[in-house]
């Protein structure tokens, strides 16, 4: 088995810009937490991280999307039917990555800011 660390996506988009941009899909697999959807895998490289900052803060795609930092209310949300559509590893002040910690970015639907205020505030 590979030491090469891999960079998990669970938005298709993403993979396809990732794929386009010339990254090598290196293995696909279903998502156990989203019935249907499927997750990808790529070698994960300085470029590769480069490519989905761009496609986070450039694609009309995502821009329509919420940032979650606290993982019970991430599952608070996706048990009321809120969607997924990347998870990512936080980083620290220093802008290294920490596996530790997950940012789950959700798709802004149904109003989705109101309850993210709403589970906050409780």
């Known amino acids: 088995m ?3 660390k891999m960079t998990t996506i669970f938005n298709q988009k993403l993979c396809g810009y990732l794929m386009m941009r010339g990254f090598v899909l290196i293995s ?3 998502n156990d937490f989203c019935p249907g959807k499927n997750v990808f895998f790529f070698n994960d490289t300085d470029a590769l991280q480069e490519a989905i900052k761009d496609f ?3 694609s009309p795609v995502t821009g329509n999307t919420k940032f979650v930092y606290k ?3 991430a599952r608070k949300l996706l ?3 809120y969607h997924i559509v990347d998870l990512r590893p936080s980083k620290d002040r ?3 990555t920490d596996f530790l910690k997950s940012i789950y970015v959700f798709a802004d639907e149904n109003g989705i800011d109101d309850v993210i205020q ?5």
Do not use: F, P, R
């Open 2 to 4: 590979s030491n090469t």
């Open 28 to 30: 696909m697999a279903k």
């Open 56 to 58: 986070t803060h450039n």
């Open 71 to 73: 993982v019970n209310i």
């Open 79 to 81: 048990k009321m039917g």
């Open 94 to 96: 220093d802008g290294k």
């Open 118 to 122: 709403e589970l906050t505030a409780q």
